[in-house]
């Protein structure tokens, strides 16, 4: 009779961790900023089409095949949620987690098989070194598994030690401190969360107007037509939010003028809804999945360059960009 009594703590302790699953129980209570991406809901639907057409180019398939044939990973098929975050706005300050299926045994050879590896124990937990390539001149980074589908990779190993203590509920997380709220079951394919952000930017010279801004909050997600963001911030004052919208008119009403030089720019500020409440202002855009691609297209390295390099060098032929235009049918 007394057995089963001693075992119960256990059994309740080990339910516990069990649904400790959001990303809210894994980001720490320090962190002040968040962007997290829902991987299923970036590969489904038109959306997903679209990523797709990339992922096929084949300037991009080989890397993929070869990275899931080393490591067994492939990140379209294998991961759930991708969480950035950090404390301040300084690049060696975030943690990056990964939640998905991994090949732990596998990854954690190649971790430890890499030069100038040490490991550091924390706990259960051990936390991997990971150096750069000598040639460029990246810090090294460091690598743990909170749990076989939970990994988190940092620049600063006290960084990385404060995530698995988090995991282990020894330290706060940022849902028990409710300092990033969840975003709840909404399909979400982005949010992205930022508080305090008077104190992250500041000492930033471009960045005078978010010297008066306490939040701003960044969601996306998909339509059958369109991809449709949402974005707001809370101002310190009702009267310096008007003073953000006001310029945000501005620049749509500039963006409308230079419409013959650049109509993308300006049918994208026209499509923006604005609007404000008290000292928050709020903003809405919808975004057909056809301009979607093309905007895409203008930002991503193009087959075809690299093409023109290789075949220059005897390598293989540059694909026909045309071939995009297929896709702005299938997508129309």
Do not use: K, Y
């Given at each position: 009779m007394l057995r089963p009594l001693l075992l119960l703590p256990c059994f309740l302790f080990?339910?516990?961790?069990?649904?400790?699953?959001g990303p809210g129980d894994?980001?720490?209570?320090?962190?002040?900023?968040?962007?997290?991406?829902?991987?299923?809901?970036?590969?489904?639907?038109?959306?997903g089409e679209v990523v797709q057409r990339f992922v096929e180019r084949p300037d991009v398939a080989p890397k993929l095949a070869g990275l899931d044939a080393m490591t067994g990973f492939a990140p379209l098929r294998d991961l759930r949620t991708v969480v950035l975050c950090g404390p301040t706005a300084e690049e060696r300050d975030a943690l990056l987690y990964l939640?998905?299926?991994?090949?732990?045994?596998?990854?954690?050879?190649?971790?430890?098989?890499?030069?100038?590896?040490?490991?550091t124990e924390v706990g259960a937990a051990v936390i991997h070194r990971l150096a750069p390539d000598q040639d460029s001149g990246d810090a090294a980074?460091?690598?743990?598994?909170?749990?076989?589908?939970?990994?988190?990779?940092?620049?600063?190993?006290?960084?990385?030690?404060?995530?698995?203590?988090?995991?282990?509920?020894?330290?706060?997380?940022?849902?028990?401190?409710?300092?990033?709220?969840?975003?709840?079951?909404?399909?979400?394919?982005?949010?992205?969360?930022?508080?305090?952000?008077?104190?992250?930017?500041?000492g930033t010279p471009n960045a005078r107007m978010l010297r008066h801004v306490k939040t701003i909050a960044l969601r996306l997600h998909q339509t059958d037509e369109s991809l449709v963001g949402s974005a707001s911030l809370t101002a310190v004052s009702p009267e310096l939010a008007q003073q953000v919208i006001q310029i945000a008119q501005g620049l749509k009403a500039l963006a409308a003028l230079g419409a013959d030089e650049h109509p993308q720019l300006a049918d994208l500020a026209a499509r923006a809804e604005l609007s404000r409440e008290g000292a928050e202002?709020?903003?809405?855009?919808?975004?057909?999945?056809p301009m979607v691609l093309r905007m895409l297209r203008q930002v991503l390295p193009q087959p075809g360059a690299a093409g023109d390099a290789g075949r220059a060098s005897g390598g293989d032929e540059a694909v026909d960009p045309s071939a995009d235009e297929d896709v702005d049918a299938q997508l129309e």
């Open positions: 080990t339910v516990a961790l069990g649904a400790a699953t894994w980001i720490p209570a320090e962190a002040r900023w968040m962007v997290r991406l829902e991987v299923p809901e970036l590969t489904r639907g038109r959306l939640n998905g299926s991994f090949d732990r045994e596998r990854l954690e050879i190649l971790a430890r098989a890499g030069d100038g590896h040490t490991a980074s460091f690598a743990c598994f909170l749990r076989d589908d939970l990994l988190v990779f940092g620049q600063r190993l006290d960084h990385v030690r404060l995530a698995v203590s988090v995991v282990a509920g020894t330290s706060p997380s940022a849902g028990d401190a409710g300092t990033l709220p969840e975003t709840g079951d909404a399909p979400l394919v982005l949010i992205a969360q930022a508080r305090g952000v008077q104190g992250l930017v500041a202002v709020s903003m809405q855009i919808a975004l057909p999945f």
